[in-house]
């Protein structure tokens, strides 16, 4: 049987690169004469822009300083450990480059074991251990202080997290035996499922609180202070830390039973990580924390030597890194500096766009509209929202003055644009009306001003063509609701230049949005996909398989929302004026469904009606639908749809649409809410066969996305 120093000498081998974290440990009488005291920081060396994470040497590094430690308190000489972290970071978990390196079984079952051998030392000490959770604190970083006898938590934490399952693995080093065991199933699978599954939410330090993961809280000033004040209260027996009894029975049954109704409503059985996690915390109603233990090394080794996994670290990279530095985009040197916007139009779009430039640029905005009334109800949407935002004490009222103060309307271009340094349009999607739009705006706007579009789907090009500098037209196209997608596709124009593009770059990171430059093609990226996917369900509708079954055939991908419902929220209008759109470019491809132009025509704003809680085919629907008699079952409408989506990705890429299919996925993740663990799409269609069936070849080099063989 391999020591945990050799097991973890031996996965540091296969991780040559690790950013590794030191553990240092200090010695200080504690105060209230309470005794002598070892701390243990976690600390990378770096500032906190690089937090400290856990890799196979840095796990080897806690386990010496727990050696010591551990003589220290069999000797009497110490009356209590803590561990905390770098400033602004308590540690992030595992370092998952070296989870992508590795290649067999054994050597996943290895990083389990050895960091559940390292951490569970320290509820075995002689002396009580605390951590003080001082800053950011996911997945390996969390179960640290969950071995820890008592914990404490900084008012300041802005993220503590069990991220595991979002990305496809399951809390392994501890997490899923010691949290219930800790603050009771139902909380357990909140945290490690239900945020999981919900794009990855974090909590704050006052949740952490909360829901009794902490046993106390202090504000961020003088947290670690306050703590070994409590530490020392808390070792003298002046603080007794009670913690309520846990429900063994039904309770726990019912929260893993929930957990599993939240996982089929998110991944609908198609990813294996939410269930394997629910297994163990289901297994963890007795108590018995080896057996726990013993049920996380395994299912931690399966899960990273599977597909799921991969394409859930592929994705985190995509939009963690290649999100930040988005390809083909221009040096920055050459961006203008943005000190006013205009804004043409305001409507909801154009409002949602004149407020999150307001919010982050924090520079004049100015809408500009066909009428008065139209005009001052957009500069009031956005004086609402701003409201909205002082009542959440998200601003202050200073800061509430001011963003308003900035926001103006006039019905004058020539008023509002003649100082803009960056002009959007917002205005209804017909070329002739924005070609006349951006004539009226290059007569008033400053020569060195960028005219942008949020078009989903006309040609860039064409809208520049007549304007006497068609190099300052670029497509800055947002995805709804603004506030939320990240993405914004960045359409280069045949005329576009360097400085108008890296303009526009400049401003989508002021407005923290996922930049992808994106070639003027049809629909661009997101709404060409989408567009084919749903062209696809609703061919196979109109030919006669049930709305129901077309819905479920695609559940197996758990995509955020069923088609249809999706269909509801763009607005089957827009829908429907899209797919014309790329009828007219690729008619051998693209249909327009003679069903979906009957629903919107009789005004209908989806399929779908609510009466009793959840979506039924709307009657009035099924009476317009005129259908054929070509039945399909689940698994073909799935295979026509995958077939046809991979055929779209591969055409779009010989095309150069984007620059690789990480771009394709990177869209689909931030922009339309694709799954991490299919990695977007690409990965998904490589590992079902379905890139090879249809294009003869994969998107993604194996080992890309996949275990390296």
Known sequence: MSTTAELLKGAAELFPGEVVTQAHVRHFDLPLGAGRFALITLDNGHDHTKPTTLGPQSLANIDAAIDRVEKEAADGDIVGVGVTGKPFIFAVGADLKGVELLKRHEDALAIGKGGHDVLKRLSTLAVPSFAYYNGASMGGGVEIG?????????????????????????????????????????????????????????????????????????????????????????????????????????????????????????????????????????????????????????????????????????????????????????????????????????????????????????????????????????????????????????????????????????????????????????????????????????????AHAILATNTSSLSVSEMASKLKHPERVVGFHFFNPVAILPLLEIVRGEQTDEASLATAFGVAKKLKKTAVLVKDAPAFVVNRILTRFMGEIQNVIDEGTPVAVAEKAVEPLGLPMSPLVLLELVGPAIGLHVSETLNGAFPERFTVSPNLKAVVKAGKRGFYVYDSGKPELDPEVAALLKQGDTVLSEEQVRARVLDAVAQEIGLMLDEGVVAEAQDIDLCLITGAGWPFHLGGITPYLDREGVSERVNGKRFLEAGVASVPA
């Open 146 to 446: 969950l071995h820890c006898s008592y914990r404490t938590v900084s008012a300041a934490l802005p993220a503590f997290s069990l991220p595991e399952v979002f990305l496809g693995l399951v809390p392994g080093w501890g997490g899923c035996t010691l949290l219930p065991n800790l603050i009771g199933a139902e909380k357990a699978v909140s945290v490690i499922i239900e945020n999981s599954l919900n794009q990855n939410k974090q909590l704050k330090g006052a949740q952490v609180h909360e829901l009794g993961i902490a046993d106390a809280i202090f504000e961020g000033a003088d947290f670690l202070e306050q703590s070994l004040i409590w530490t020392a209260a808390v070792l003298k027996g002046e603080i007794a830390v009670e913690r309520p009894a846990i429900d063994r029975g039904e309770a726990w049954d019912q929260a893993v039973a929930k957990g599993r109704f939240i996982a089929d409503g998110k991944v609908h059985g198609a990813a294996p990580a939410a269930y394997r996690a629910l297994d163990i915390i289901a297994d963890a109603k007795d108590g018995d924390l080896q057996q726990g233990f013993d049920a996380e090394d395994r299912a931690l080794a399966d899960l990273i030597m599977g597909g799921e996994l991969r394409s859930g670290i592929y994705a985190f990279n995509l939009v963690q890194k290649r999100g930040k530095r988005p390809a083909g985009a221009p040096d920055k040197s050459l961006a203008r500096p943005v000190t006013k916007v205009g804004v043409v139009g305001a409507g909801l779009m154009a409002s949602q766009l004149a407020l999150l430039f307001l919010r982050r640029l924090e520079v004049p905005v100015v809408l500009t509209d066909i009428d008065q009334e139209r005009v001052d109800k957009g500069v009031g949407y956005v004086h609402a929202e701003i409201d909205k935002l002082l009542g959440k004490g998200r601003i202050n009222q200073d800061k509430a003055n001011r963003l308003k103060a900035l926001v103006t309307g006039v019905l004058d271009k020539a008023e509002g644009f003649a100082d803009a340094d960056f002009v959007i349009e917002a205005v209804f999607e017909e070329m002739g009306v924005k070609q006349k739009v951006f004539a009226e705006v290059e007569a008033v706007a400053p």
